[in-house]
Structures are given as structure tokens and as C-alpha cells.
């Protein structure tokens, strides 16, 4: 027979339960008299939010900055990961010294609505049933997510974010955040993303929950009451989906046609190249940290994602009259979010009377360019809080003068 | 015969602006553009190099955007605190809406667009006026070199090579003054500026600000339609 390796089951699958109820975290709990109202029309209550802080919050509230995080991140911005172990997913960007500088900024960062590490999601448990919530859980979108983390910074006693910063699905909640609340957002820092989802991104998106849902371990959702995990169909998604985040160019470099650990091919389905075998860790290191209902609401959340939908088509109209300021990057090798729907975005921004900036950071490193170690984009994302402080009355110690 | 050649000025240090500019040393304009806006107006800089004039108008009040072709430029800008967008004034114009700025300044770039009149159409479309400052061809020293050296004229300004020069469409203040005519454009200033950036004798005739003007400075507002 021939050799046929696929991904292994998930080591952690526990400690990663145990964090959907009861994180490794700081959490706001909200209670029946504070539902968070969703864009489906069903009121959510009670409700958690998980989140991390770094930094002091300075006198005058003036210095917090809320982190969104992406598709697949957590609130775990720049600590050690409960789970893995491994250091905090933009480590590069946010500590002392840093553009997004601990010493001088408040940073916020919390678990999505309908994430797997802490805040109310499908891998909850559903306080009704006492059971996960799992498909029972309901859909959830960009604007819902928004709109919790706006009760979180209500919950922390913050009027205005001196910035609101993400990349991917958090750079679609900062425009978001801009849109919805455009006077509590003093600047704002969309990376790699798109005031809308565009149709190759949701046709991938449906490529990844087919995956999931095409494991007989998924059970219709009820994988965890019935003792299994979607781990290969999870893991698969998630290999598809990583194609997406690089680039053809990144991949040739790191990789190119170069064997994994032999000098010929072994004619078997086994992971003769380099370039499988890093696919298949990602698979793998993927759903030891992540709920599989949870990536199918999410990538379903980033589907429906559209602000120029909710004004009558015409996206300058959510920007109108802003005041916050707007500093845009793209990445020119990024094919899932292309400079040309961030060039929109500023468009949109301009039209609409922004103080925006636009850089696009040439770099062959694809759409994950933001979570790497990209000098010219820390530049770029550096002076711009940098100046944006300056407007705002802060100092190097964050405080206001 | 031994051509004479035009000395070329040594200054590398400044960043390479690629299409829009060469050199960052010299900007006698930016004063006299200045002296041009309102206080307090709304102002989009096409071309705005490393934000040197954004920031000089800033001081005086104006809200002033940017757009800069190159990265290094936009870096620059975006590290002052300006509004620059990365853009090309041939295509992204028309992304901006009508009226959206009181004046647009395209200073030292018309020379380098691909459609230098499509883009002083889109200039008074974006802005209620425009102001546009361009090296001027019919310079005295560009008509020597090319009547006795019999090659393309370089200056200490415009130092490149015909080969690698950005500038694709050079004109004379005369040849700018009948685009002005042809496309309906009122010019409401116009001052002929010398090698340093002084303006010239202002009662001058157009033949002379054509011969000694190192470059042209235009204000100007669109021709309101009659019926």
C-alpha cells in the first residue's frame, strides 16, 4: 500500500476547551440586561468578552489603543499563548519600544464574538442547555464584533481610542469601528483589508468550511458532545487558507522544489516536499488551537462583510464627514486583500472629506506581510501614532500635556 | 568641436522622487505658492514630494493633503504627520469628486504626466483653482544648447539625461499658456520665477518671462460656462 500520512489529532484539545469558557485572561461579563443586539435580529445575553491589556491608561483616558485581531488570532497580542506556548501573535508590533510602544499607549486587544479563546462563541457553553453552543450559536458578523467590543471600551470607561489598529478580519473591524463610531476613533490603522469581502475571498471561505463539514468527525456540529474533533477537515482548511496568506514568490524562496529530509522521491502520497510538509505543520499546529464551529462563523462573518451595503451602496457615505484620521497599508505581493481594494478604501476615504495616508510596503512575504517582520511597514505604522499623538496632546510617556 | 556641458549639481543626498522630481534642493517656489492660498482653504498637493510645502502650509492654517508617487516620498510625509496617499496624478485623479479642495497645486509635475491636459482638466474639477508651476522650455540657456550644442538641453534643474528623464512632456510658458486658451482656463496670476526661485520683472511681456523664465507659476479657476 502506499504510504499516506495525514494530520494528527489535536494534543491540546482540552486546555483549548477549558479556554472557551473560562480564559486565560482578563473577561467583562455582561448579563441579560445588557444583551449585545446582532445584525440577525437575536439579542445576546448573557455574554462574555475576553481581553488582554498592556500598558497604563493614562489620567485623561486619552492613550488606549484597541489591537482587532484577525481571522484566526486572539486577544493574545503580545503574551505567551495559553495553548501553544508560543509568543503573542504581534510580538513584532506591540512592547516597549515598539510602534505600538507599551510604555506610551494603552493596548487593548479582545477575543472576537463567536472566537474559541474566552469571548461568547460556538464553542461556549450555551447557558440554556448547559451544553456547547456549537451550531445552535448564531451567525455573527463584522459590525456585531464591533459593536461588542464598543460595550467592552464603554466597560473600561473609555470614550474615545486614540487609535483602533488591525490587519485582515481586524483591519475590517477598524473601518468598521470608523464607520459605526467615527467619534470615538481619533485614528485609525487598516492593514491588509477590505471595506467589503470580495468573491474569490468567499469562494475560499466556502472551500474551508466544506472541509470541515465534509469530516465525518464533524457531526453536523456536535463533535464535542460526541467525543470527536473535525481536526482533518479543520486542518485542511486551514492549509488552503494559508496558500491564500502567501505568496507564489514567498513560497519559491522559502521553499522552492526542495525534498523534505530525503534526496529522491519516495512515489507515495507522503510529504516528499518541503512545501508540504510546512502546509501539513500548519494543519496541524492549527487545530490544536482552534474550534472548527468557530472558523465556520468567523470566515462566514468576514463573507457578509460589506460597509458600503449598510449606506445604500455608496461607501464614501460611511465615511462622510469623519474626523479620525486614516493611515492605510496594503502589501504589494498580498493577492487575498490586493492593494487595488485598499486604493477603494482611500478613494472612498477621500470622497468623503478623510484625513487619510496610504502606503502601499513592497514585500514578497503575501497577505501575512502584517503579522512578520516588515521594517518599512513598523516605519510607516511608527510615525504615524507617532504623529497622531502629537495631534492628540500626548507625550513620550503617554500622558497629555 | 567640443561641446560645452552644462555642470551638474552634486547634491545626492536628497531621495529619489522618480517621475515627479530629481533633486529636493531646489524649491525657490514654495514661498510665492504659499503667498498664493487663502489661510484657512483646502488644499490637495499632487506631486507633494516629501511634504516640504504641506508643511509649509500648514503652519498657515490650511488642511492640506497629499498625493506622492513614490514610497520613500509618502514615508517621509506620513512621518511629519501629513495626509499622503500614494498615487499617480495620471490615473487616480479622477478618483477624487468635484469641488472636493479649494485649490490643487501640481508644482514641478505636469512635465512628467502621461496626459498633461487631462490632468489640468481633472486639477480644476477636484479644486475651484489650480495652481501649476512647471520648468519652462523656452528658456534662453535650453534654446542655446539646442541651436549651438545640437543636443537636448540640460540644466542644473533639470539635470537627467534624455533617456532617463522623467520629464516626458516639456513646454514652454507660451506653449502653457495656449493649453490654458484651448481648454478653457482662466489664469488669474502668473509670475515667471528665475534660477533661484526670485520672481522676474513683473510688468515684463510674455516673449521675455518666455526667454528668461526659468520656470512658470499659474494660478487658475475654470471659466464658469455661458449659456
Known amino acids: 500500500m502506499v504510504n499516506v500520512q495525514s494530520i494528527p489529532g489535536p494534543a491540546h484539545a482540552e486546555d483549548r476547551a477549558l479556554e472557551a469558557d473560562h480564559p486565560t485572561s482578563q473577561v467583562a461579563t455582561f448579563g441579560s440586561d445588557q444583551p449585545l443586539q446582532l445584525d440577525c435580529g437575536i439579542d445576546l445575553a448573557p455574554f462574555q468578552i475576553a481581553y488582554q491589556t498592556y500598558g497604563e491608561l493614562n489620567a485623561g483616558k486619552s492613550n488606549a489603543i484597541l489591537v482587532c485581531h484577525a481571522l ?39 477575543n472576537v464574538i463567536g472566537g474559541c479563546m474566552g469571548s461568547t462563541g460556538p464553542a461556549s457553553t450555551n447557558p440554556a442547555t448547559g451544553t456547547v453552543w456549537g451550531l445552535d450559536f448564531p451567525v455573527i458578523t463584522i459590525p456585531d464584533m464591533v459593536r461588542a467590543q464598543a460595550m467592552l471600551i464603554d466597560r473600561l470607561g473609555i470614550d474615545t481610542l486614540f487609535s483602533v489598529v488591525g490587519g485582515s478580519m481586524g483591519g475590517m473591524q477598524v473601518l468598521q469601528w470608523c464607520a459605526a463610531y467615527p ?15 470580495s468573491a474569490q475571498n468567499i469562494a475560499f ?72 510538509s510546512y502546509l501539513r505543520h500548519q494543519g496541524s499546529s492549527f487545530v490544536e488551537r482552534f474550534d472548527a464551529n468557530s472558523y465556520l462563523y468567523l470566515t462566514r462573518a468576514m463573507d457578509y462583510f460589506d460597509i458600503a451595503a449598510d449606506h445604500d451602496g455608496v461607501l464614501a457615505a460611511a465615511f462622510r464627514g469623519t474626523r479620525t484620521r486614516f493611515c492605510v497599508v496594503s502589501f504589494t505581493s498580498d493577492w487575498l486583500f490586493p492593494t487595488s481594494e485598499s486604493r477603494a478604501t482611500v478613494h472612498a476615504l477621500n470622497a468623503g472629506g478623510a484625513r487619510v495616508s496610504f502606503a502601499e510596503i513592497e514585500t514578497d512575504r503575501g497577505h501575512d506581510a502584517f503579522l512578520l517582520d516588515v521594517p518599512e511597514f513598523f516605519d510607516i505604522a511608527h510615525a504615524f501614532l507617532e504623529s497622531a499623538g502629537h495631534s492628540r496632546g500626548l507625550t513620550a510617556a503617554g500622558e497629555l500635556r | 568641436m567640443s561641446v560645452p556641458q ?11 522622487r522618480k ?37 509649509l502650509l500648514e503652519t498657515r492654517g490650511v488642511d492640506g493633503r497629499g498625493i506622492e508617487l513614490s514610497r520613500e516620498g509618502v514615508n517621509h510625509c506620513v512621518a511629519k504627520g501629513l495626509a499622503v496617499v500614494q498615487g499617480d496624478a495620471d490615473t487616480d485623479l479622477v478618483n477624487y469628486p468635484d469641488d472636493a479642495f479649494d485649490y490643487v497645486i501640481l508644482s514641478q509635475t505636469l512635465q512628467a504626466t502621461r496626459q498633461p491636459k487631462a490632468v489640468l482638466e481633472n486639477l480644476l474639477r477636484i479644486g475651484s483653482r489650480a495652481i501649476v508651476s512647471f520648468p519652462n522650455f523656452g528658456h534662453w540657456k535650453m534654446r542655446l544648447q539646442l541651436l549651438v550644442g545640437g543636443h537636448m538641453p540640460r540644466t542644473e534643474n533639470l539635470p537627467a539625461t534624455w533617456y532617463d528623464t522623467p520629464n516626458i512632456h516639456f513646454c514652454t510658458i507660451k506653449d502653457f499658456v495656449q493649453l490654458c486658451d484651448e481648454i478653457n482656463v482662466k489664469m488669474e496670476r502668473s509670475v515667471a520665477l528665475d534660477l533661484y526661485g526670485r520672481p522676474l520683472r513683473f510688468n515684463a511681456p510674455w516673449w521675455f518671462w518666455n526667454m ?5 507659476v499659474f494660478l487658475l479657476s475654470r471659466v464658469e460656462k455661458t449659456k
Open chain 1, 72 to 110: 484566526t488570532g486572539d486577544q493574545h497580542v503580545a503574551n505567551v499563548h495559553p495553548v501553544t506556548g508560543k509568543p503573542g501573535w504581534w510580538v513584532t508590533l506591540v512592547g516597549p519600544g515598539k510602534p505600538l510602544d507599551t510604555d506610551k499607549y494603552f493596548i487593548i486587544c479582545s
Open chain 1, 183 to 197: 467619534r470615538r476613533v481619533f485614528s485609525a490603522l487598516p492593514i491588509a483589508c477590505s471595506t467589503r469581502h
Open chain 2, 6 to 16: 552644462p555642470t551638474l549639481p552634486l547634491d545626492d543626498s536628497a531621495p529619489s
Open chain 1, 205 to 276: 471561505h466556502e472551500l474551508g468550511r466544506q472541509a470541515v463539514m465534509a469530516d465525518p468527525d464533524w457531526r453536523d456540529g456536535r463533535y464535542v458532545e460526541q467525543g470527536t474533533h473535525p481536526h482533518r477537515g479543520l486542518g485542511v482548511a486551514r492549509m488552503a487558507a494559508h496558500i491564500t496568506y502567501l505568496s507564489d514568490a514567498a513560497l519559491h524562496r522559502k521553499f522552492g522544489r526542495r525534498m523534505q529530509d530525503r534526496e529522491l522521491p519516495t512515489f507515495s502520497f507522503d510529504a516528499d516536499f518541503q512545501v508540504e
Open chain 2, 19 to 55: 517621475r515627479y522630481r530629481q533633486k529636493g534642493r531646489y524649491r525657490g517656489d514654495h514661498l510665492l505658492l504659499a503667498e498664493m492660498i487663502e489661510p484657512n482653504s483646502k488644499v490637495l498637493d499632487v506631486g507633494c514630494g516629501d511634504g516640504d510645502l504641506l508643511q
Open chain 2, 212 to 216: 528668461f523664465g526659468e520656470q512658470g
